[in-house]
């Protein structure tokens, strides 16, 4: 049995770590072979995700401000940095020609946004913790990649890199945050590892759906 909050970290991310090819359309951008259009998608999907976990995010540190301060602690950083993001996206949308006016949101890229609700409305705010943490390593990698090959291969700038680099950057704060929290569940034990594990599979379940639907778009 995992006795530290730092060792369940460790060993939940790698337990939830995402199959290397369950995602078909990141190596396509890396490649410089994704279309614009898709980029574009992705932008849009994303003016839609990244208000909805702010949203939640808020909500779950409203929640857990009495009986959970270390989690509320890092869900109100998570709710601060995707503001931040929001307002980076703007360029990225921008530099693909992304038409919101026009567009329909894919059902398979808002399942994770609406999971995340669920999450923010039922979970114990230690379990999300953990599961949040897990599934960010992932996305974190994944924002590296494309924020490589925007510039690489696409010729995007920096202002219109900046939401995959502002994700792509390590957080020592958060990262902090994170420990704070699980240890704190851990010690009062408000932290049930198996619900925090079948969270996290979910959201990296839907983390693949928001990707394998993108790499469907024309």
């Known amino acids: 049995m995992t006795h530290t909050a730092r060792d369940l970290l460790t060993t939940t991310t790698a337990t939830l770590a995402p199959d290397p090819n369950a995602n078909p359309l990141v190596p396509r951008i890396a490649a410089g072979t994704a279309p614009r259009a898709t980029l574009a998608a992705l932008a849009l999907e994303q003016t839609w995700v990244i208000p909805a976990d702010r949203r939640a995010f808020e909500f779950l540190a409203e929640r857990s401000a009495v009986t959970d301060p270390e989690a509320a602690a890092f869900f109100t950083t998570l709710a601060q940095g995707e503001a931040l993001a929001g ?58 990649t494309i924020a490589t090959a925007l510039r690489d291969h696409y010729g995007f700038t920096d202002e219109a ?58």
């Open 87 to 144: 307002e980076r996206l703007t360029a990225f949308a921008r530099a693909c020609g992304a038409d919101e006016a026009s567009y329909e949101p894919l059902p398979g890229c808002q399942a994770y946004p609406a999971y995340v609700a669920w999450l923010a409305l039922n979970a114990s705010p230690p379990d999300v913790v953990l599961a949040l943490t897990a599934n960010f390593s992932a996305w974190g990698g994944y924002c590296a």
């Open 161 to 218: 890199c900046a939401f995959f680099d502002f994700f792509a950057e390590p957080s020592p704060d958060l990262d902090r945050l994170a420990t704070a929290a699980v240890q704190a569940g851990l010690d009062t034990g408000r932290l049930d590892e198996m619900s925090a594990c079948r969270y996290g599979r979910l959201l990296q379940t839907y983390e693949a759906m928001f990707w394998n639907a993108l790499s469907a778009t024309p």
